[in-house]
């Protein structure tokens, strides 16, 4: 299952991390375990870490910090971006990403947390979260599966 999904996830956001490249500084994208790393024009790279479930992901305890995280849109990952909130606020690059391709709106929403956390109230944190994932229909790894299933 989990095969298909991470699949479907990293294809998803290497189109993504092209389209984005409007300024063209993308020299090269290499594969990897976790995902992609991202090689730029100056030298400089970033990886990109496809987790459908950020249950148990350390985020940020990796030797390589992940510039993006790709994740699926979802209570249980809103839940765990959450609880680590405070640990994830510190990488100004840290760029997360839900998604559900098989939304019947939008099939995104973006969440930057260094600077989110500049103008979120705490309190409200876990309100405004999924305030901002209300658009993105909700979806795990097991329905996420049988949508690609059916749709090949």
């Known amino acids: 299952m989990a095969g298909i ?11 993504y991390v092209r389209h984005r490249d409007i300024q063209k500084k993308i020299s090269r994208v290499k594969d990897a375990d976790f995902g992609f790393v991202i090689e ?46 405070d640990s994830l606020v510190v ?5 997360l990403v839900f998604i559900n391709p098989f ?3 939008e099939d995104k929403w973006v ?5 989110h956390n500049k103008v979120c109230d705490r309190s409200s944190l876990l309100q ?3 305030a901002m994932s209300e658009l993105v229909d909700p979806v795990d790894e097991a329905s996420l599966s049988e949508s690609l299933k059916a749709s090949r």
């Open 5 to 15: 999904v991470f699949d479907a996830l990293k294809e998803w956001a290497l189109n």
């Open 40 to 85: 730029n024009n100056d030298g400089t790279s970033s990886d990109c870490l496809i987790a459908p479930s950020l249950s148990g992901v350390v985020l940020l305890g990796a030797a390589r910090k992940p510039s993006m995280v790709i994740s699926l849109s979802n209570e249980q990952n809103i839940k765990e971006v959450y609880a680590v909130w």
């Open 91 to 95: 990488n100004s690059s840290l760029f």
């Open 103 to 105: 939304s019947s709106s």
């Open 111 to 115: 969440l930057k947390p260094f600077l």
């Open 128 to 130: 405004g979260l999924r």
